[in-house]
């Protein structure tokens, strides 16, 4: 039986599966597409975690689509509301029709002489589905859904209440009056403790070093100003174009004045707690801003619980779960009726897909990121991931719109093959210039960066959209384009017979009407 065809196969139904979805429909109306989603349910990241307080790390304005506005006041929200807007945003543009969900892509085949992929997948009934594609886009973002990272605790299974991990929360818990520890001081621990504290007896962060945490208003002022003294598309533009720039400024004056920028985050932080309290212990990190990311604190929630008593914060090491809680390597005991471990996530490349090229397996992490977005020696593939200091949403658009004009360029020459080189230097990088502990275990699986452009990904918005990805030739020397090649054929790469001279030019008039 013949397998179904289809030009461009999306891998994901999250913000990037329907950012590229929406971007192919409008620029490569010619090309029919396809997303297969693994889960029941669209929406990624905000469908999967499902813990009390679980919100947006990055405000809406930016965080939302360029070509749909975020038009609310609130800039941070919980996660239900962002699952709404992309289920929203995917019904009014038309995309839901164009996904199938329960169907986990487990692989993909390349065949040079078929200049195609065949993709497998599995649904949610265990059949097995085969389809074939000309791009191959991986959507599915870089973390394992199936499991959270969890050390190893000693004496974990004497504890006799509940143990855990917020990827994996369970539907109907009843923590009304109970005492909390929550394990971990990310982004996770930050949004756990103050949601759990407003009906537990007591909530406890229990933390081996601190992290930055900076606190922002879930509504901010000048949204609600703007909104209410402007036209509401011009007001999202406005809003919008605000918060990347001040976004960018204020990650720049921090890599730049580290020491100044500690000293101001901190400050911080101390006008919002207790007079006293130890600081120096609980709230001040050993790295610089932006060593890792920066925690996000919406109108103060953490610091209002931990002051008024409903929460607090203890800096240690653990020795072993006991019966009734947690002892310290110090000696402290911290009882507890629920332990929750959030410990940090796993990564995983390309959402776990096995790839093939003409029967050689790829392995993702030998591989070098081309623009941050296809693969060394790995032709007609595509994936997306975000920045570590910006919305996801940003980059997944900006992808986007690169890959439709690859696509238009291949058609414009004729040419049926992208394959992106290895960098000529053997210059190598993570992807994630971060110290965390999750981009640490991430660079054992994830594709490197190389040393110069067009190798690199700087996690820069405003320079890839100004640059990279954006007025960047498409045909430059870090990647080639074949016609179809015949079996047994070299496979030196063939430049089309007249080059390429145009170039992605977003700004244009008509790129500007759905401009972020």
């Not at 949610?124 to 499991?147: K, P």
């Not at 949403?393 to 992106?420: F, N, Q, S, W």
Request: proline content about 5%; hydrophobic content about 40%; overall charge neutral.
């Amino acid at each position: 039986m013949t397998a179904e065809h289809i030009d461009v196969l999306i891998v994901g139904a999250g913000l990037s599966g329907v950012a590229t979805a929406y971007h192919l429909q409008r620029k490569c109306p010619e090309k029919s597409f396809l997303i297969l989603e693994g889960r029941q349910a669209m929406g990624g990241t905000w469908d999967l975690f499902r813990y009390p307080g679980i919100r947006s790390d990055s405000d809406m304005a930016t965080l939302g689509f360029g070509f749909r506005p975020w038009d609310e006041d609130a800039s941070i929200v919980g996660g239900e509301r962002i699952r709404d807007y992309v289920q929203t945003t995917a019904a009014e543009c038309g995309i839901d029709a164009h996904i199938r969900f329960g169907h986990a892509v487990t692989g993909a085949e390349w065949s040079s002489e078929e200049a195609r992929w065949r993709v497998f997948a599995r649904t949610a009934e265990g059949e097995s589905v085969e389809i074939t594609c000309s791009m191959l886009v991986s959507c599915a973002g870089y973390y394992d859904y199936a499991q959270g990272h969890t050390p190893e605790f000693p004496g974990r299974e004497d504890f006799g209440g509940e143990v855990i991990h917020p990827q994996h929360w369970p539907e109907g818990l009843d923590h009304r009056g109970k005492r909390i520890v929550v394990i971990g001081s990310g982004a996770t621990a930050v949004t756990v403790v103050p949601a759990m504290a407003e009906e537990a007896e007591h909530v406890t962060m229990l933390q081996r070093s601190p992290t930055y945490m900076v606190s922002r208003p879930a509504t901010p002022e000048f949204s609600v100003r703007a909104r209410r003294l402007l036209p509401r598309r011009i007001a999202s533009r406005v809003i919008r174009t605000r918060n990347i720039l001040l976004g960018a400024l204020n990650y720049q004056i921090a890599r730049r004045l580290p020491v100044r920028t500690k000293e101001r985050i901190l400050a911080g932080v101390q006008c919002q707690l207790p007079r006293g309290f130890d600081i120096a212990t609980h709230f001040t990190p050993a790295y610089d801003p932006w060593d890792q990311r920066l925690c996000l604190v919406p109108d103060g929630d953490m610091f209002r619980a931990v002051s008024e008593g409903r929460a607090s914060v203890v800096t240690g090491g653990i020795d072993r779960f006991t019966e009734s809680g947690i002892r310290l390597q110090s000696g402290e005991m911290l009882e507890a009726d629920v332990i929750v471990t959030a410990t940090g996530l796993n990564m995983r490349a390309i959402g776990g897909m096995e790839l093939t090229v003409d029967g050689s397996r790829v392995d993702i992490a030998e591989t070098v990121a081309y623009k941050g977005m296809m693969l060394s020696g790995v032709p007609n593939f595509a994936f997306v991931i975000g920045y570590v200091n910006s919305s996801w949403t940003l980059r997944a658009e900006l992808v986007a719109k690169y890959l439709c004009g690859v696509i238009r360029h291949m058609d414009t020459t004729g040419t049926a093959v992208c394959t992106p080189a290895e960098p000529g230097d053997a210059r190598r990088a993570p992807l994630f210039g971060l110290t965390s502990g999750y981009a640490q275990r991430g660079n054992a699986v994830m594709p490197k960066q190389g040393g110069r452009a067009p190798w690199r990904m700087h996690h820069n918005y405003l320079r890839e959209m100004l640059t990279t990805l954006n007025r960047s030739r498409i045909d430059d020397d870090g990647v080639s384009f074949e016609r179809a090649r015949p079996a047994g054929a070299s496979p030196a790469g063939v430049r089309p017979d007249r080059p390429a001279t145009a170039e992605i030019r977003l700004a244009s008039a008509a790129g500007a009407r759905d401009a972020a």
